[in-house]
């Protein structure tokens, strides 16, 4: 997506060798003709696995996955973070460690949200190390539900989450992916 590449290149903001900012446009002030356009790429790519719903991490995930489970025209469904473990017995729960901010949270699901056999579609805004996406897949598994694909705005490919999901022979499609944040330049891959 050659829209979302440039807009990373023009506006992203190195903070170091390991984290880009995005403020500008994607997870804090957002560019909403950018963000259809990531919806509409999304749903073209992953409009053949036939999902019958998205799931997504609060809270940089949710307007992608608004725009593309509308492109789709399917539900999509927003997995919790709790600080800590006291849920209930009707939820999917999972301990996720996120190595950016260096703290462990609770990912959590309510059982009523994701069917038997159900064919899901994750969609997030970043893929660093994977844990985040991870911590999704356990709960859709635990469900006996179907991971048809991930969908990534921005994957750092110097980083192993990307290696790791396809590993698992994960139907991974990232929009943009970062080679390299050293030297002060954004170098992407091709
Ligand atoms: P992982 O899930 O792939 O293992 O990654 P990690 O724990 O490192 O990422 C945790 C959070 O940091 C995620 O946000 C992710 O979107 C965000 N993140 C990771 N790398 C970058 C980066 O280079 N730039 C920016 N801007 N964010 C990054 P989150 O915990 O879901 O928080 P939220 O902002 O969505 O609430």
Redesign the pocket.
């Known amino acids: 997506m050659n829209f979302l590449k440039e807009r990373v290149l023009k506006d992203g903001v190195i903070?170091d060798d390991?984290?880009?900012?995005?403020?500008g446009f994607?997870?804090h002030m957002v560019d909403t003709p950018l963000l259809c356009e990531i919806g509409k790429e999304f749903a073209n790519i992953f409009r053949e696995c036939k999902p019958t719903k998205i799931i997504t991490?609060?809270?940089?995930?949710i307007h992608i996955a608004t725009v593309c489970a509308l492109e789709l025209q399917i539900p999509f469904v927003i997995a919790k973070?709790q600080g800590v473990l006291n849920l209930m017995g009707d939820f999917y729960h999972t301990e996720?460690?996120?190595?950016?901010?260096q703290a462990c949270?609770c990912l959590c699901v309510s059982k009523k949200c994701i069917k038997d056999k159900e064919r899901i579609l994750i969609i997030?805004?970043?893929?660093?190390?994977?844990?985040?996406?991870?911590?999704l897949i356990r709960i859709i598994n635990e469900a006996n539900a179907v991971v048809v694909g991930v969908g990534i705005c921005?994957e750092?490919s110097f980083?192993q989450?990307a290696s790791k999901l396809m590993s698992q022979g994960i139907n991974l499609h990232s929009l943009v992916r970062?080679k390299s944040?050293e030297g002060d330049a954004i170098a992407l891959e091709k």
């Open positions: 903070v390991n984290v880009l900012q995005v403020s994607l997870n991490v609060e809270a940089s995930g973070k996720v460690f996120s190595f950016t901010k949270y997030d805004d970043f893929l660093a190390y994977g844990n985040a996406i991870d911590g921005i750092k980083l989450g970062i944040l």
